[in-house]
C-alpha cells in the first residue's frame, strides 16, 4: 500500500504563512515528479508547484514569488512553503507524486488534501 500523507493545512490571516508537507510511504522504488495542487469551491482542481527528481521546479502565476516548493529526497517528502498568503488561496490542497511501485509501474497517487483556509 501506498499512501501520501499530508499535514501543515490551517486556518491564518492573510498576509500570514503556512508549510505544507506531504510524506510518500510504502512499497515506493521510485518517485519522479512531486507537486501540489489545490482546489477552491465550486472550480476546477488546479496545479500550483511541482518539482521534479533533480530539483526543477514550476508554479503557477499566481504563486510565483510567494511560494516555494521543495523536496527532501531521503525522506520521500515534498514540502510547499506559501507566503504572504491571500484570501483566494483558500482552498483544499492536494500532495500528488508519480511513483514506480511494487505493481512494477509508474502510476498518479495522492494524498487525501489539506485545507488552507486565509482570512480577510
Known amino acids: 500500500q501506498v499512501q501520501l500523507v499530508e499535514s501543515g493545512g490551517g486556518l491564518v490571516q492573510a498576509g500570514g504563512s503556512l508549510r505544507l508537507s506531504c510524506a510518500a510511504s510504502?512499497?515506493?522504488?521510485?518517485?519522479?515528479?512531486m507537486g501540489w495542487y489545490r482546489q477552491a469551491p465550486g472550480k476546477q482542481r488546479e496545479l500550483v508547484a511541482a518539482i521534479t527528481s533533480g530539483g526543477s521546479t514550476n508554479y503557477a502565476d499566481s504563486v510565483k514569488g510567494r511560494f516555494t516548493i521543495s523536496r527532501d529526497n531521503a525522506k520521500n517528502t515534498v514540502y510547499l512553503q506559501m507566503n504572504s498568503l491571500k484570501p483566494e488561496d483558500t482552498a483544499v490542497y492536494y500532495c500528488?507524486?508519480?511513483?514506480?511501485?511494487?505493481?512494477?509501474?509508474?502510476?498518479?497517487?495522492w494524498g487525501q488534501g489539506t485545507q488552507v483556509t486565509v482570512s480577510s
Open positions: 510504502g512499497s515506493i522504488f521510485s518517485i519522479n515528479a
Open positions: 500528488n507524486a508519480y511513483l514506480y511501485t511494487a505493481t512494477h509501474r509508474w502510476s498518479d497517487y
